[in-house]
């Protein structure tokens, strides 16, 4: 009895269980974290500096910048040119979808892909049932209700933020993956033909 016990007491020893399961075990990959919380920072329209009374020549200006996952970065960018002290510098960001229309970059049977900058109107009278971010590639996955038969569809969209649009059928509803060409956050709100996806 007293071998036994002891042979069982070996095999638990020996066994090779995770300690947690919901972390990562060897060999895995983590995924990178992304988030879909609106930011409460407004937008950079125009921001201005001016040098001291001694400087001659811009060398470089260097940005430093947030990411999409809150971790902290920069970018130097070399300029090498004159200035005039008295004058100051602006750094803008001009918002041009104002003054532009929307592009339709692909279409199916059921539904209309529009794309305006950060912008992508889906216009279709199909109910979005779900929307969640994948990465490697990022991209945005949307489900809409409705049941029936779509072949599957693929259309790259070349010079666009939206660089490809896949759709696949699925029972009771039909799947919209839409690749990005960087990393993203996205909102979206519900109009009147459609939805519209905001990227951030």
């Known amino acids: 009895m007293i071998k036994f ?18 972390f990562p075990s060897k060999g895995e990959k983590d995924i990178s974290q992304t988030s879909n919380s609106v930011s409460t920072m407004e937008p950079l329209k125009t921001a201005k500096f001016s040098l001291p009374s001694n400087a001659r020549s811009l060398e470089s200006i260097t940005v430093n910048y947030k990411n999409f996952d809150g971790s902290s970065d920069s970018k130097t960018v070399q300029i090498n040119r004159s200035i005039d002290w008295h004058s100051s510098i602006f750094i803008s960001q001009k918002d041009i979808s104002a003054q532009l229309r929307f592009k339709k970059v692909a279409s199916i049977k059921y539904a209309s892909f529009l794309t305006l900058d950060k912008q992508l109107k889906i216009v279709t009278k199909d109910k979005l049932i779900r929307n969640f971010l994948l990465v490697k590639p990022h991209r945005i996955v949307l489900d809409f209700k409705r049941d029936t038969y779509l072949k599957a569809y693929e259309k790259k969209i070349y010079k666009n933020i939206f660089k490809k649009i896949r759709v696949g059928n699925h029972k009771g509803y039909y799947r919209v993956v839409i690749e990005l060409d960087g990393y993203y956050k996205y909102s979206y709100k519900m109009i009147s033909n459609g939805i519209l996806l905001q990227l951030r």
């Open 5 to 22: 016990l002891i042979f069982l007491i070996l095999i638990f020893i020996s066994l090779d269980a995770r300690e947690n399961p919901f």
